[in-house]
């Protein structure tokens, strides 16, 4: 039996509904592209998710990773060869107490602010309208107008490769525009601790409905895409402008390479217009990365990772300037 094999009895032995073979990440990928997943885990709990981190570290030639909704990933086409843990609705506390609230890593982010609205707490009203998970969002440092989540967060729960929880404090979290420590670290976000602050609901409430409303008119919404799939660059915003003005005054608004489009609507966004492959998109992320260099000297790089059948990650550019 080989290690795959062990892993995939050992996690139906310990926790059989919680698992899924063969399953095809283009169900509930974003882009609704990616063959599929040998193992899909859904832990139930977080003391689920640390017993099925004991299992699958035991055996280190397979592939292992996390997602939560997979709303900023490309799944490769060849799918992926080794276990995905899936993190959602089953791990979705939220409790608030005075400013702060408590959240594990699934709960959901339209939700998150939601409710802080409803609790009349302010802080994080950027995040409205992103979609994802918690977990996601903090190991991307998500957020809109230039804010970040990190910035409202206090402590962190993590589980490290043994399966064993770690609390890491705000102190300890050097952040930056769309980086955060747990990008390149094998832990995972448990949950965490936000700070937030006292507010007039009805300001609270205003001011999320208007950032709704932007997002609206700006964003691709009835066809699957991952977001902005290149992320702003200052010195590039200042000169020339966002990565959509940039891609839009090289011409490329519209182009189309298969079943995938750079959209008509905001030319940072790549739709999937019903049969588009990753390989379709890598291709279209390198010709916007190319014709945006070559006319203006700006190299934009990816916010999108690219998830590969052998369970390597990279800014989707690394690859796409492979092809
Ligand atoms: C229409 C649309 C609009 C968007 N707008 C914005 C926006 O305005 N601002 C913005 O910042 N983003 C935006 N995004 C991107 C995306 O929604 C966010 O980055 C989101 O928070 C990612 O959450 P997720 O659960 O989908 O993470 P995933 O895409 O599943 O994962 C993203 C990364 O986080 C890691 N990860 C996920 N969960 C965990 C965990 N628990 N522990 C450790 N690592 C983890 C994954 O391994 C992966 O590398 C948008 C996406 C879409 C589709």
Same mark, same amino acid.
């Given at each position: 039996?080989?290690?795959?094999?062990?892993?995939?009895?050992?996690?139906?032995?310990? *926790?059989?509904?919680?698992?899924?073979?063969?399953?095809?990440? $283009?169900?509930?990928?974003?882009?609704?592209?990616?063959?599929?997943?040998?193992?899909?885990? @859904?832990?139930?709990?977080?003391?689920?998710?640390?017993?099925?981190?004991?299992?699958?570290?035991?055996?280190?030639?397979?592939?292992?990773?996390?997602?939560?909704? $997979?709303?900023? =990933?490309?799944?490769?086409?060849?799918?992926?060869?080794?276990?995905?843990?899936? /993190?959602?609705?089953?791990?979705?506390?939220?409790?608030?107490?005075?400013?702060?609230?408590?959240?594990?890593?699934?709960?959901?982010?339209? %939700?998150?602010?939601?409710?802080?609205?409803?609790?009349?707490?302010? &802080?994080?009203?950027? /995040?409205?309208?992103?979609?994802?998970?918690?977990?996601?969002?903090?190991? *991307?440092?998500?957020?809109?107008?230039?804010?970040?989540?990190?910035?409202?967060? %206090?402590?962190?729960?993590?589980?490290?490769?043994? &399966?064993?929880?770690?609390?890491?404090?705000?102190?300890? =979290?050097?952040?930056?525009?769309? +980086? $955060?420590?747990?990008? &390149?670290? @094998?832990?995972?976000?448990?949950?965490?601790?936000?700070?937030?602050?006292?507010?007039?609901?009805? +300001?609270?409430?205003?001011?999320?409905?208007?950032?709704? $409303?932007?997002?609206?008119?700006?964003?691709?919404?009835?066809? !699957?895409?991952?977001?902005?799939?290149? =992320?702003?660059?200052?010195? *590039?915003?200042?000169?020339?402008?966002? !990565?959509?003005?940039?891609? @839009?005054?090289?011409?490329?608004? &519209?182009?189309?390479?298969?079943?995938?489009?750079?959209? %008509?609507?905001?030319?940072?966004?790549?739709?999937?217009?019903?049969?588009?492959?990753?390989? @379709?998109?890598?291709?279209?992320?390198?010709?916007?990365?190319?014709?945006?260099?070559?006319?203006?000297?700006?190299?934009?790089?990816?916010?999108?990772?690219?998830?590969? %059948?052998?369970?390597?990650?990279?800014?989707?550019?690394?690859?796409?300037?492979?092809?």
């Amino acid at each position: 039996m080989n290690s795959l094999q062990n892993i995939t009895q050992l996690l139906l032995a310990e *926790m059989p509904t919680a698992i899924t073979l063969r399953c095809p990440l $283009s169900i509930f990928s974003y882009w609704k592209i990616g063959g599929e997943a040998s193992v899909l885990v @859904e832990p139930k709990s977080i003391q689920q998710l640390q017993q099925a981190i004991k299992i699958i570290n035991q055996f280190s030639d397979v592939p292992s990773m996390i997602v939560g909704d $997979s709303s900023n =990933l490309l799944f490769s086409d060849k799918g992926y060869h080794g276990v995905i843990i899936k /993190i959602g609705n089953h791990l979705s506390k939220i409790e608030f107490s005075g400013d702060q609230v408590y959240c594990e890593a699934g709960v959901w982010v339209p %939700e998150l602010a939601y409710r802080s609205y409803r609790n009349a707490l302010s &802080g994080i009203e950027h /995040i409205c309208g992103i979609p994802g998970r918690l977990g996601g969002l903090i190991y *991307m440092n998500g957020g809109s107008n230039r804010r970040g989540i990190l910035e409202n967060v %206090e402590s962190v729960q993590l589980v490290n490769t043994q &399966g064993e929880l770690e609390t890491i404090e705000a102190k300890d =979290l050097v952040h930056s525009y769309r +980086t $955060s420590p747990f990008q &390149g670290d @094998e832990r995972i976000i448990a949950a965490a601790t936000l700070k937030l602050n006292r507010a007039d609901r009805a +300001t609270v409430r205003n001011d999320m409905r208007n950032i709704l $409303s932007s997002r609206r008119k700006k964003f691709p919404r009835k066809l !699957p895409n991952c977001g902005s799939v290149f =992320l702003s660059n200052p010195k *590039m915003y200042d000169i020339i402008g966002p !990565p959509g003005f940039a891609i @839009e005054k090289v011409g490329l608004k &519209g182009t189309r390479l298969g079943g995938a489009q750079i959209s %008509e609507l905001h030319a940072n966004f790549i739709v999937n217009l019903g049969s588009a492959t990753s390989q @379709e998109v890598l291709h279209l992320i390198a010709l916007a990365r190319k014709t945006v260099y070559d006319k203006t000297g700006f190299k934009m790089d990816c916010e999108v990772r690219y998830i590969a %059948e052998n369970g390597v990650i990279t800014q989707a550019h690394v690859i796409a300037d492979k092809l």
